[in-house]
């Protein structure tokens, strides 16, 4: 395999750096939903409605916070952005093993509102990182370190939560927050590139940068995480359908394994492929997946080319904001994109488990599956179009182009 692109990649100034920040920092973000939902079932002796009450709160404010902080990086900079998120995660963390349900649910929600934007200002500095030609790379290093995040921050929590308590795992979680943001502040990566302007710049006007394009990734988006939340909970079903629950970690980290491996080769090949394309594909190999719950190890197989396309996927909407976004509305282009990678988590989970109350764990995988590759089509004709434009006005240059293209 081509390790070429990797090697470019991470030779450039302050990438490598970056990067390695970003996977500690994640782990403590990664680790915020499930402490919370055994802080309020355990400590608080509430059920896992009102746990899901609590996430849901938070991953709104998320929602709505993303974009908001993004448009404050574009116009203060950073450091005056972490500083203020970084203050409002020490406040909510150091508090929320006092408060009540009742309290805590307004408090989730602000302190969504106000999250550290690790993972969108990971990705607006990629951008200003690396020209174009080889944000492909980096942007897969930046997909699988977010996978190795996920498969330790949850493990971790759990693990202290289950041995020591709840309440002491959100004190935990929370130091490691305010870490990051600590972290964070003063490694103030550059959110544009030098040959970019700096300091404030004339907005540019939402109608021309907000274009069908842009919408057509935003939504494939939150397409390609509502099929992966609704995959989360439909291994959880089929495997304690079938008896064998005690098997799903193992199969969730065959997943993982997967996506490691599927963003890895996505960075060393030398083809782009379109986010429409493997938002697709993911939906076209989630669909079955559910054939194979007769036993844990067929489960693991029948995940694997879905999995494999888990990373991939996330790499080519996050690179295609960073080319269809003009570099002073970059932050908010990216934490668009992070609101819809957010509220792709936040449905798939729920849908998927709505179709399974209602039918057999299997049809969660088809269901959220079909979602996904109907969004696709609906988009579709906004490439299409722009592809016969393109077609029509062959001299005019397109960097941000989505269709699949050889570099």
Do not use: K
Not at 30 to 50: E, H
Not at 196 to 203: F, L, S, V
Not at 291 to 305: D, M, N, Q, T, Y
Not at 347 to 355: C, D, I, R
Request: charged fraction near 10%.
């Amino acid at each position: 395999m081509n390790l070429t692109p990797y090697r470019q990649a991470l030779a450039l100034p302050g990438l490598r750096s970056l990067l390695l920040v970003s996977v500690l920092a994640r782990i403590p973000l990664t680790a915020t939903g499930v402490t919370l939902t055994f802080f309020v079932v355990l400590d608080l002796g509430r059920g896992y409605g009102a746990a899901g009450l609590v996430g849901a709160a938070m991953t709104v404010g998320a929602a709505l916070g993303s974009p908001l902080l993004g448009r404050l990086v574009d116009r203060r900079g950073l450091r005056p952005v972490v500083a203020l998120t970084t203050v409002a995660e020490a406040v909510f963390w150091a508090s929320a093993p006092t408060l009540s349900l009742a309290v805590l649910l307004p408090a989730a929600f602000l302190a969504g509102l106000l999250a550290l934007p690790i993972f969108s200002v990971i990705r607006q500095s990629i951008a200003a990182l690396a020209p174009e030609d080889r944000r492909r790379p980096a942007y897969a290093l930046d997909s699988m370190s977010v996978e190795l995040s996920f498969m330790v921050g949850p493990a971790l929590a759990v693990a202290l939560a289950t041995t020591v308590s709840a309440r002491t795992t959100l004190w935990a979680v929370g130091v490691g927050v305010v870490a990051s943001g600590v972290a964070f502040w003063l490694l103030n990566p550059p959110t544009r590139s030098a040959d970019e302007p700096a300091g404030p710049q004339p907005r540019t006007p939402r109608r021309e940068w907000l274009t069908p394009r842009m919408l057509a990734v935003l939504a494939v988006s939150g397409a390609a995480t509502l099929v992966l939340g609704g995959t989360d909970v439909a291994v959880v079903a089929v495997l304690r359908a079938s008896g064998e629950v005690g098997w799903t970690g193992a199969v969730l980290t065959m997943w993982a394994v997967a996506s490691l491996v599927g963003g890895f080769a996505y960075g060393a090949v030398r083809r782009s492929f379109s986010p429409l394309a493997l938002t697709a594909a993911l939906s076209l190999c989630t669909i079955p997946v559910g054939l194979g719950g007769g036993h844990w190890w067929l489960l693991c197989l029948a995940l694997i080319p879905a999995g494999a396309l888990c990373a991939p996927t996330i790499a080519a909407t996050s690179d295609a904001v960073s080319r269809l976004a003009p570099a002073g509305v970059r932050g908010e282009a990216m934490g668009l994109h992070g609101s819809a990678v957010t509220v792709g988590i936040a449905l798939g989970a729920p849908l998927a488990g709505a179709v399974i109350d209602a039918s057999l764990p299997l049809w969660g995988f088809a269901v959220t599956g079909a979602i996904g590759l109907a969004v696709t089509l609906a988009v579709l004709p906004v490439e299409l179009r722009h592809r016969r434009e393109n077609a029509a006005a062959p001299d005019v240059s397109d960097a941000a182009d989505l269709a699949p293209a050889t570099t």
